[in-house]
T-cell receptor
Framework: DGGITQSPKYLFRKEGQNVTLSCEQNLNHDAMYWYRQDPGQGLRLIYYSQIVNDFQKGDIAEGYSVSREKKESFPLTVTSAQKNPTAFYLC?????????????FGNGTRLTVT | KQEVTQIPAALSVPEGENLVLNCSFTDSAIYNLQWFRQDPGKGLTSLLLIQSSQREQTSGRLNASLDKSSGRSTLYIAASQPGDSATYLCAVPDLYNFNKFYFGSGTKLNVKP
């Protein structure tokens, strides 16, 4: 079955360390996204990529970095510059073939930084 | 800027009841609206996408309606079951950048056995 795989499900890091979250999709989708979800807040867009080797900042890109070397993969690095990195991170994808392409999500990675 | 609101934030109903979840948006010029379900600690599962030219979309016991002029969408769940307990979110794409979406904060539904 096609889908989006995020790994690991839980991630623990010490403050000051960079950490990379994995996102892989086999839906053949062009667009991929990273969102952050915090209790009591809606989803906030970190980065998105419409095609390979291209990505754009979302609303809260500071302290994060991404790459899109392959269509299937869109890893997110949370750097030590991110002031409050503990959160639930969601990766999503869409066909990017017009305005009625539905979003599909992975199962998320919960990052805890102490 | 589009704002999406879901009220109430939480809802508790007995099993078997029909219920309606609400989603409001401030800018009526939308291309579509998507409903999602999120179980605790999991990602979002797409339930229905209703295009701006449509009034309703149905999937099993779920029916989504869209009234652009009033800035509202509703998700109707028939004969609710405990397994329907989850948080339900709605989202609309940005009018000029369809890679950006505006999400509501969700309605947490509890269906009591």
């Amino acid at each position: 079955d096609g889908g989006i795989t995020q790994s690991p499900k839980y991630l623990f890091r010490k403050e000051g360390q960079n950490v990379t979250l994995s996102c892989e999709q086999n839906l053949n989708h062009d667009a991929m996204y990273w969102y952050r979800q915090d209790p009591g807040q809606g989803l906030r867009l970190i980065y998105y990529s419409q095609i390979v080797n291209d990505f754009q900042k979302g609303d809260i890109a500071e302290g994060y970095s991404v790459s899109r070397e392959k269509k299937e993969s869109f890893p997110l690095t949370v750097t030590s510059a991110q002031k409050n990195p503990t959160a639930f991170y969601l990766c999503a994808s869409s066909m990017n073939r017009g305005r009625n392409s539905p979003l599909h999500f992975g199962n998320g990675t919960r990052l805890t930084v102490t | 800027k589009q704002e999406v609101t879901q009220i109430p934030a939480a809802l508790s109903v007995p099993e078997g009841e029909n219920l309606v979840l609400n989603c409001s948006f401030t800018d009526s010029a939308i291309y579509n609206l998507q409903w999602f379900r999120q179980d605790p600690g999991k990602g979002l599962t797409s339930l229905l996408l209703i295009q701006s030219s449509q009034r309703e979309q149905t999937s099993g016991r779920l029916n989504a309606s869209l009234d652009k002029s009033s800035g509202r969408s509703t998700l109707y769940i028939a004969a609710s079951q405990p397994g329907d307990s989850a948080t339900y979110l709605c989202a609309v794409p940005d009018l000029y950048n369809f890679n950006k979406f505006y999400f509501g904060s969700g309605t947490k539904l509890n269906v009591k056995p």
